[in-house]
């Protein structure tokens, strides 16, 4: 059965902070892994990484996938207010199979 | 292009009752799934398709009903409504697995 464990579960910041939320997986016949951000609504994509060790950027927000070691982080620089979320991993196949979640808090 | 849409965004159910939740998509999508979220838990699928006339479980199915008669429509029948189902549900669809996937805004369900 497929699995995505993320840490940490919650975490706390400074705006201007820089975090890093991690994703491990186990899956069968992996071919993607997908960031999420989920405010107080559906949950909106950030990236696909299908590569090992190719950094997808958007802003302030990057993430790189290590294909052999099973795992993604995703990271977040100059944090502000606005990025307060949870943040969700998914390896997508005929469904999608979410990690649990990192609920971040920025706070001013 | 409306995406996914879901009704209604709010219910209250009493406990026995049945319902459905509606979802369509208007992008041609294969794939569609259905999830819960339950406060401080991550989504958990219900029921996924990957086409019309063919579903299967996801992780926590009881009390669910799924169909798939059309590629646009899948909606998910709660059977007798208990207050453990009390939780948000998402909707979404993929034209290709592997890929990200589109979400319905969700449906806060409340069973009394």
């Known amino acids: 059965e497929d699995k995505v464990v993320q840490s940490p579960l919650s975490l706390v910041v400074h705006e201007g902070d820089t975090v890093t939320l991690n994703c491990s997986y186990e899956?069968?016949?992996?071919?993607?892994l997908l960031w999420y951000k989920q405010e107080k609504k559906a949950p909106t994509f950030l990236f696909m990484l299908?590569?090992?060790?190719i950094e997808k950027k958007s802003g302030r927000l990057s993430s790189i996938l290590d294909k052999k070691e099973l795992f993604s982080i995703l990271n977040i620089t100059a944090t502000q207010t606005g990025d307060s979320a949870v943040y969700l991993c998914?390896?997508?196949?005929?469904?999608?199979?979410f990690g649990e979640g990192t609920q971040l808090t920025v706070n001013p | 292009n409306a995406g996914v849409t879901q009704t209604p965004k709010f219910q209250v159910l009493k406990t026995g009752q049945s319902m459905t939740l509606q979802c369509a998509q208007d992008m041609n999508h294969e794939y569609m799934s259905w999830y819960r979220q339950d406060p401080g838990m991550g989504l958990r699928l219900i029921h996924y398709?990957?086409?019309?006339?063919?579903?299967d479980q996801g992780e926590v199915p009881n009390g669910y009903n799924v169909s798939r008669s059309t590629t646009e429509d899948f909606p998910l029948r709660l059977l007798s409504a208990a207050p453990s189902q009390t939780s948000v549900y998402f909707c979404?669809?993929?034209?290709?697995?592997?890929?990200?996937?589109?979400f319905g805004s969700g449906t806060r369900l409340t069973v009394v």
């Open positions: 398709s990957v086409g019309a006339g063919i579903t």
């Open positions: 979404a669809s993929n034209q290709r697995p592997y890929y990200g996937y589109t």
């Open positions: 299908t590569s090992s060790g």
């Open positions: 998914a390896v997508p196949s005929s469904r999608l199979t």
């Open positions: 899956v069968t016949n992996f071919r993607s």
